[in-house]
């Protein structure tokens, strides 16, 4: 974590886009924060997540105005990663080690083939099974 940083003082890191010319080729302005000259000011932070084969998988920009979560950059991260290898989906929320939904697709005779933890049906009110849950592996 970088120290808190007074505003007279220099920065504790390098300002390597100085112009800007890196955030503008980026998309990194926020096209709603604009500073006393009218242009637009760059946004807090820009995330872009590409898997292996060079495919955008995930996208965020925070505003100026708004800061960051870390902890839900994580776990977007780990669910690439995870849904990558596996055949399943992350719920909302989930955190790492909790359960994950498998996907809808696969039949159930391939479920229980391909998730060797043990796949759990969730039982709905309608009787019907498409809930299915395993651990995270």
């Known amino acids: 974590m970088l120290p808190m940083v007074k505003s007279p003082e220099k920065p ?3 300002i390597i886009d100085k112009n800007w010319d890196l955030a503008i080729l ?11 000259k009218g242009v637009p000011v760059t946004a807090r932070m820009v995330v872009s997540v590409f898997s292996p084969d060079k495919k955008l998988k ?5 505003p100026a105005t708004t800061g960051r ?5 994580l776990r977007v991260v780990i669910s690439l990663q995870l849904t990558a290898e596996k055949r399943v989906a992350t719920p909302v929320d989930q955190k790492n080690g ?7 697709t696969i039949p ?9 933890k043990g796949v759990f049906t969730k039982e709905l009110p309608s009787d019907k099974k498409y ?4 651990p995270q592996s």
Do not use: C, Q, W
């Not at 990194?28 to 006393?36: G, V």
């Not at 159930?108 to 060797?116: A, G, I, N």
């Open 12 to 14: 504790p890191f390098p």
């Open 26 to 36: 980026l998309g990194m302005l926020d096209p709603a924060e604009k500073n006393e």
């Open 58 to 62: 995930f996208s965020i920009l925070y």
């Open 108 to 116: 159930e005779e391939e479920d229980k083939r391909l998730l060797t």
């Open 98 to 104: 909790d359960y994950v939904m498998v996907l809808s």
């Open 69 to 73: 979560n870390f902890d839900d950059i």
């Open 131 to 134: 809930l299915h849950y395993t």
